[in-house]
């Protein structure tokens, strides 16, 4: 089969694999219908995720077919079109049972962490994928969603909801700012409505990227190109800042500026995935009462959110800027790693 394989920092290549096959008897094997790239691949392509060694499939999204399942596999079938979680579960180990996904215990990949495909195992962004402990980690595609819309629910969706939303700890009325409007940071200003979020404000170096963000709820928008971005944020507040300010690109100086925005007993939500230091003051932090959170997404909302897409009260299709083949996959990264230029969102690329 093809698949889109990792070779070092820099560099990747669409070239010829072994086609997965069953290896537990808890696996399934599915055929990739739908998949897209995520910043994370990205981030990954740049170095950021030593974990990951060259000869590694990437991608860790998609919406497919079964094609086999293990012996174990009884809830499942061939012929079943499944959302592939980012997350594996094995639905068993303490932390699965605690709903905390992202750490679990099972023996795929690396004890301890829930995010395998295109991380420790081979990924998604290839014409076939096995899928360990399938029973609990995909979803079946519900009547008149798309595969374009499924896919969105592998990551994005749950990630932002949770790690932004959530872990900000967003309330009805509170200002919210989200600091990078990409797919993920797009995702917590679609979410933030659902807990009653008064004002949503994007800030991005991007001015299509804000107006994009006006689309999908945001309120107001500010370039951080602006010398005085700052104020114009604090203007959007009664003057004390920001209730919650998500960090969703995954560099230092955006993390700084969240901590710059958050009120006193406000929280700081990070999103982004970081590959370098960051420094953190907590000379100045620690007397304003500041919370600040972090996390690999757990994918525990994923039903609620798919339920929400399925009755058309999530409109999700408009982070679809681009479509491809998968034979094209290396012109899909080239559009999406071009964001700025492109103006890409997700890059969906079918079969």
Same mark, same amino acid.
């Given at each position: 089969?093809?698949?889109?394989?990792?070779?070092?920092?820099?560099?990747?290549?669409?070239?010829?694999?072994?086609?997965?096959?069953?290896?537990?008897?808890?696996?399934?094997?599915?055929?990739?219908?739908?998949?897209?790239?995520?910043?994370?691949?990205?981030?990954?392509?740049?170095?950021?995720?030593?974990?990951?060694?060259?000869?590694?499939?990437?991608?860790?999204?998609?919406?497919?077919?079964?094609?086999?399942?293990?012996?174990?596999? @009884?809830?499942?079938?061939?012929?079943?079109?499944?959302?592939?979680?980012?997350?594996?579960?094995?639905?068993?180990?303490?932390?699965?049972? !605690?709903?905390?996904?992202?750490?679990?215990?099972?023996?795929? &990949?690396?004890?301890?962490?829930?995010?395998?495909?295109?991380?420790?195992?081979?990924?998604?962004?290839?014409?076939?994928?096995?899928?360990?402990?399938?029973? @609990?980690?995909?979803?079946?595609?519900?009547? &008149?969603?798309?595969?374009?819309?499924?896919?969105?629910?592998?990551?994005?969706?749950?990630?932002?909801?949770?790690? &932004?939303? !959530?872990?900000?700890?967003?309330?009805?009325?509170?200002?919210?700012?989200?600091?990078?409007?990409?797919?993920?940071?797009?995702?917590?200003?679609? $979410?933030?409505?659902?807990? &009653?979020?008064?004002?949503?404000?994007?800030?991005?170096?991007?001015?299509?990227?804000?107006? !994009?963000?006006?689309?999908?709820?945001?309120?107001?928008?500010?370039?951080?190109?602006?010398?005085?971005?700052?104020?114009?944020?604090?203007?959007?507040?009664?003057?004390?800042?920001?209730?919650?300010?998500?960090?969703?690109?995954?560099?230092?100086?955006?993390?700084?500026?969240?901590?710059?925005?958050?009120?006193?007993?406000?929280?700081?939500?990070?999103?982004?995935?970081?590959?370098?230091?960051?420094?953190?003051?907590?000379?100045?932090?620690?007397?304003?009462?500041?919370?600040?959170?972090?996390?690999?997404?757990?994918?525990? $909302?994923?039903?609620?959110?798919?339920?929400?897409?399925?009755?058309?009260?999530?409109?999700?299709?408009?982070?679809?800027?681009?479509?491809?083949?998968?034979?094209?996959?290396?012109?899909?990264?080239?559009?999406?790693?071009?964001?700025?230029?492109?103006?890409?969102?997700?890059?969906?690329?079918?079969?």
């Amino acid at each position: 089969m093809k698949a889109l394989v990792y070779q070092g920092p820099g560099k990747k290549a669409w070239q010829d694999v072994p086609e997965p096959r069953i290896k537990h008897p808890t696996d399934a094997i599915v055929r990739i219908d739908t998949t897209t790239i995520c910043g994370t691949d990205l981030h990954i392509l740049k170095g950021d995720v030593p974990a990951v060694t060259p000869g590694r499939i990437l991608g860790h999204e998609g919406v497919g077919v079964i094609t086999e399942v293990g012996s174990a596999v @009884t809830m499942l079938a061939a012929g079943d079109n499944v959302i592939i979680s980012c997350i594996k579960s094995c639905g068993r180990c303490v932390f699965c049972k !605690q709903g905390i996904f992202a750490h679990c215990l099972g023996e795929e &990949g690396a004890v301890g962490i829930g995010w395998v495909f295109g991380h420790l195992i081979d990924g998604t962004q290839a014409e076939y994928v096995r899928v360990p402990y399938a029973e @609990t980690s995909v979803y079946k595609v519900p009547r &008149g969603v798309t595969n374009q819309q499924g896919v969105l629910l592998s990551d994005i969706l749950p990630t932002g909801f949770e790690i &932004g939303v !959530q872990y900000g700890q967003t309330k009805p009325g509170d200002v919210v700012a989200v600091i990078g409007a990409g797919p993920i940071g797009l995702s917590v200003i679609l $979410t933030a409505g659902l807990y &009653g979020a008064s004002r949503i404000i994007a800030v991005d170096l991007d001015g299509n990227r804000i107006e !994009q963000a006006k689309k999908f709820g945001a309120t107001d928008g500010v370039s951080s190109r602006d010398a005085d971005w700052k104020k114009k944020v604090m203007a959007l507040t009664d003057g004390w800042g920001v209730d919650v300010a998500v960090e969703a690109v995954g560099i230092p100086e955006t993390f700084e500026m969240a901590t710059q925005i958050v009120r006193p007993g406000g929280h700081v939500a990070n999103v982004g995935v970081h590959g370098k230091p960051v420094q953190l003051r907590l000379q100045d932090l620690w007397i304003h009462n500041i919370n600040i959170s972090m996390g690999l997404v757990n994918t525990n $909302t994923t039903p609620m959110l798919l339920k929400l897409v399925a009755d058309g009260r999530l409109d999700v299709d408009k982070f679809a800027s681009h479509h491809f083949k998968l034979d094209d996959m290396l012109s899909a990264y080239d559009t999406f790693g071009r964001a700025a230029e492109t103006k890409a969102l997700k890059v969906i690329i079918d079969r």
